[in-house]
């Protein structure tokens, strides 16, 4: 919501939390137009997009505040004032001299600037409920009960303080008896008792203060609750919570007031007065409303009882999770994603993992139609639940995020970025600052609206590991859930090598998969593919009995491939123990070890069998290019 939507998303759920009623609002054009397309349009830039009067009687949900921000990204943040946001009003100076002025005051509210040089300064009533409308034409209007504002971080609108709003009894007679000290002429409009109340506020330059006029004499009806209130205020300031507050100023107004306020009363300026920070809390990290703790502890996570992961596809893919797939290009990224579709939209397991489809499927694609229709066809994607997003039907990442949100909204619980780089927008991809910025958002829709989320990539040009050839930052590793490396093998056209970093148990962390007609097949674990292969060869290349046997470089110039020495080692060694082999010979110089196939009477099981025992110690073997760590 807003020029920054991150910012303005966040402000949003802040203003929220505080307990004050968030809506969106139209922005204006460069041209000053109202985004509302009216061109009559007698707010520009002003109004609510949505019919707004139920949140004049209640506070918006977060979820309705994300679907906001998701259906419109560059919308404008409003508040809704009165009631229902705690008693909230805005005394909103129009002209920038006396904006200039007001911002010298230093008040301690929360004060904005508006587009057009003027100020927003942010109250809170104790005790009226005052309505919006004019004060001095012109000059200065108040926001109040049946009105709204347009705030910080919407365009134009800049926080100058963020201090909490003022407490004071009653906005409207606050303003008028605040424009008059300020040197504006008011014509009477101020009534003389609103001026005695407003004199004994606080916050105005008057020569006294309501605590140090209780503590001079007696004060009667009209001039109590500010005070009180002002008493209170010098309680907070000085560090005390409500627990005194609250009997010091019973007290106070037991002696000092005639007749003294409610019970009733007392409580509602404790409670307001006890909301805000002490002078302690100035100087601290902790921001405005931030009250209450939300962690929880390590014993209260163990006893909940989280539902079972839901897996898309199993070990890679995950509602509430998002996942990242890089690759040079042409390596077949794509082809890989078009039959993990396929295999989830016919429910059969893909690459030895099952797969489940919970939801509807949105691809974001930089492909054309043209090349698109005959992958759909091919693969019969002929379906009304698998929607396409092509990239210049997009203006920028913001509107792809919210078309994503709206998607998930719609019942996408599958959603694919086909590449990120294409959409995203990023320049500098080693800024982990921007890239942290960017998948924020699909973070956030990933977990609450629990989406599987793909994002495909490319590889950097030189080579990394653990994770590090992935394209760009780091922090783009850090920001998903599992990562995984697709990387042709040499020598082996049609066979790929998916590597992966997973914060998943279930995920594997490599295996060797081949394209074979149409279809991936798995092949399994490389370092287990790669031992019985050579075993194989071994077997088929080794001298029978009878033969001379031969030495293990011998050997190896016979097998097509070119194992590793310490993988040819491991496979003679298993053989042998095996009784698939007899070896012969001291293995040293001058007598090296030779090998033939030992005679069928000799064996306790079939020639040619491959042993299904694997040696744990070729924890770093290559053969054929695949390097096993």
Known sequence: MGGDRMGSLEAALAYLQLGWSVIPIYNKTPGGQCTCEDKNCPSPGKHPRIPWSEFQKRLPTREEVLRWSGKWPETAVGIVLGKVSGGLAVLDIDSPQLARQVINEKLPCRLESTPRGGVHLFLVETEGNSRSGPLIQGVADLKGEGGLVVVAPSPGYVLLQDNPPLPIPNARMWGMKALAMWGVPTNGEATTQQAERASQDKHYPSEQKGYEILAQKTVGEGGRNDALTSMAGLLRHEGYGADIIGPVLKLINKLRCQPPLADK???TIVQSVSRYPTKF??????????????????KTILEQK?????????????????????????????????????????????????????????????????????????LGLNRDDFWVLRRPMVRDWKEAIG???????????????????????????????????????????????????????????????????????GALVGAVDIAIEMRRVPHDSSRRMLQTLSRLDETPPEVLIALEGDTYKFLGNPAEVSFQEVSTQVLAVVPGPGEPPITREELRQRLDSKPSDTLLKEVLRDLEQEKG?????????????????????????????????????????????VQNT
């Open 306 to 378: 989280e539902p079972p992961l839901t897996w898309v596809w199993q070990g890679y893919l995950a509602l509430g999770l998002m996942t990242l797939l890089s690759a040079r290009p042409k390596t077949g990224k794509t082809t890989l994603l078009f039959h993990l579709l396929k295999s989830l939209f016919s429910n059969h397991s893909f690459l030895e993992g099952s797969t489940c489809l919970p939801g509807k499927v949105l691809l974001l694609s930089e492909e054309s139609n043209g090349l698109l229709r005959p992958r759909f066809q091919r």
């Open 265 to 267: 009363e007392m409580d």
């Open 403 to 473: 078309m994503m949100a709206l998607a998930a909204n719609k019942g996408a619980r599958f959603i694919i970025v086909d590449t990120l780089a294409v959409f995203w927008g990023v320049s500098d991809e080693n800024d982990a600052s921007v890239i942290i910025k960017a998948l924020t958002p699909l973070q956030q829709l990933a977990q609450e609206q629990q989406v599987a989320i793909l994002l495909i990539h490319h590889l950097r040009k030189s080579e990394g590991d653990e994770g590090n050839a992935h394209r760009g930052s």
């Open 581 to 625: 082999l007899e070896k012969t010979g001291a293995g040293k110089k001058g007598d090296p070890f030779r090998y033939c196939r030992v005679s069928l009477r000799d064996l306790t099981g079939q020639v040619g069998e491959i042993p299904e025992r694997i040696n744990t110690e070729r924890d770093s073997i290559s053969f054929n290019g």
């Open 281 to 298: 809390d100035s100087d601290t990290l902790i921001p405005l409303g931030v009250t209450e703790p939300k962690w929880i502890s390590a």
